[in-house]
């Protein structure tokens, strides 16, 4: 995780690299500690120090890495040349290395050709199939053609060894929900919850999942992740509040009084005033359709 100190320390030498006052490969090993993508910055920096022979000698054999991290950068950059250029370096400094294995299959990735890097992914995964980077290139190889189903596929196969990698698990729910298929979807995020039950982003995004599917039973717990976002977010996130909202009206129309609970009635009435109170501060001018909108759910307060 990025913290604030490490994007002051970041701003700074970044700063001070673009206007001359050096630190270049400072900033660079930066970047990489922190990985994150600045590729125009690492590519324009990092060939300043590859191409000074001086340069180059003093950072020792961290040179590779370098070569590596220009490479990469390249390729964002749809610098391909520069990229093959890095990559022929390295193949002849290493040349049964995996990992330069798989910058190759990333440069056949970055050119288009879609079959030849497929085997060359395929044939690193026989030989480690606990490349999780690999893995991962695979599936943003399926999403960039577009074949979304097997970027599902790849990713299921992905989580059956990587069971406690989150962010695969949510871009795996994003497919499912651009894909409308909601009842994957929630079992992606019920995994999120369970691994990382305080998270509202969450609990958001299965409450909406909920909504979607619909049917009582599925609203009654949306309504009860959009109130548990509410709590982790100190009652400021608008969208969970309309949630509450929309849950009530729409339990009240499938349950048609059955079940009326005191503390549900007051948990929707709490989220309107919120909703109101908010509106009224931050864009007065939409406030009116706002009661509109709740009077219409039967919730204004």
């Known amino acids: 995780m990025v913290t604030k100190l490490d994007e002051t320390e970041l701003k700074r030498l970044e700063s ?39 340069k180059r000698s003093s950072i020792g054999d961290e040179e590779w890495t370098l070569y590596e991290q220009v490479a990469i950068a390249a390729m964002d950059c749809n610098s391909l040349d520069t990229a093959r250029d890095c990559i022929n370096v390295l193949s002849k400094k290493f040349p049964e290395s995996k990992r330069v294995g798989r910058l190759e299959a990333m440069l056949l990735e970055a050119k288009g050709c879609w079959e030849e890097a497929e085997n060359a992914y ?44 989150n962010d695969a698990w949510r871009e795996l729910a994003e497919i499912y929900v651009s894909l409308q298929m909601y009842k994957q979807a929630a079992f992606c995020y019920e995994e999120l919850i ?66 009326k609970d005191d503390k549900e009635g007051e948990l929707h009435t709490l989220a309107a005033k919120v909703l109101e109170k908010d509106y009224k501060y931050r864009a007065p001018d939409k406030l009116p359709l706002l009661t509109s909108t709740l009077k219409t759910l039967k919730l204004s307060s």
């Open 16 to 54: 001070q690299v673009e206007h001359g006052g050096g630190g270049a490969w400072e900033y660079l090993c930066l970047v990489r500690k922190l990985k994150i993508r600045r590729s125009d910055k690492v590519l324009k920096h990092g060939l300043l120090i590859l191409n000074d022979p001086k």
């Open 122 to 165: 395929s044939s690193l995964l026989e030989d480690n199939p606990l490349d999780q980077v690999v893995h991962k290139r695979k599936v943003a190889m399926a999403k960039a053609e577009g074949d979304l189903l097997k970027a599902i596929e790849c990713l299921s196969k992905y989580l059956k060894v990587f069971m406690a990698d």
């Open 194 to 259: 369970l691994a990382q039950p305080t998270v509202p982003v969450y609990h958001l995004a299965y409450a909406d999942v909920l909504y979607t599917l619909g049917g009582l039973e599925n609203i009654q717990t949306a309504k009860k992740y959009y109130a548990a976002t509410i709590d982790f977010t100190g009652g400021k996130n608008t969208r969970a509040l309309y949630g509450v909202c929309l849950c009530t009206a729409a339990i009240g129309q499938l349950a048609k009084g059955r079940n």
